[in-house]
């Protein structure tokens, strides 16, 4: 008598998963989705990007930026000879490009700059460069290594990081307006 009920229950608990699996975790709610995990490459204008690499990827709420380097959005070296005014110019278009990932520059939480030569006085200009993107009660980590040379002849200084967006929106405490 029990085995002519074992089949009918096994179908009905399999009709039962099969069904619960399409609608998605008890309760109703949909599947997650996982498009906001996926990585996908920001889109930048004005910021110049080499070849074949991406400004910055983007994944979740984080952004992973890559070597920002003192080229103006024509993409002429800016600053020859001057350690100041391209690390200037790299720090902008860093700034520029977590706004285009919808952030605003307080909130990297990680820097390295690579200096061409690199001196202990190099480490001022850099932080006097940095200061009006950064958050001044909880800056960045920062790390400054010296390098022998970067991508093109006369550039003295790149920069990449990682931000971690807070909001959708920028925060106006946060943004000081770079």
């Known amino acids: 008598m ?8 096994a179908l009905i608990v399999t009709a039962a ?3 619960s699996q399409r609608r998605g975790p008890p309760g109703g709610f949909p599947p997650p989705d996982i498009s906001f995990t996926q990585p996908h490459a920001v889109a930048v204008t004005g910021v110049p990007q080499l070849p074949g690499f991406s400004t910055a990827v983007k994944v979740g709420n984080t952004v992973y930026l890559s070597g920002q380097v003192p080229l103006d959005s024509a993409g002429h070296l800016v600053g020859k000879g001057d350690l100041g005014a391209q690390a200037a110019q790299a720090f902008a278009n860093m700034a520029h490009v977590i706004r285009a990932a919808r952030g605003v520059p307080a909130d990297l939480v990680q ?5 061409v030569g690199y001196d202990t006085s190099a480490a001022g200009v850099v932080r006097r460069a940095v200061e009006p993107y950064v958050e001044p009660l909880v800056p960045p980590a920062l790390t400054i290594v010296g390098v022998a040379t970067l991508p093109e002849p006369n550039m003295l200084i790149a920069v ?17 307006g770079r």
Not at 3 to 8: D, M, S
Not at 111 to 115: A, D, F, G, K, P
Request: with cysteine; proline share 9%; aromatic share 6%.
């Open 160 to 176: 990449d990081g990682i931000a971690v967006l807070r909001g959708q929106l920028p925060d106006k405490m946060r943004d000081r």
């Open 2 to 9: 029990t085995r002519p009920f074992l089949p009918a229950l």
């Open 111 to 115: 820097l390295t700059v690579y200096v």
């Open 17 to 19: 998963c099969a069904s």
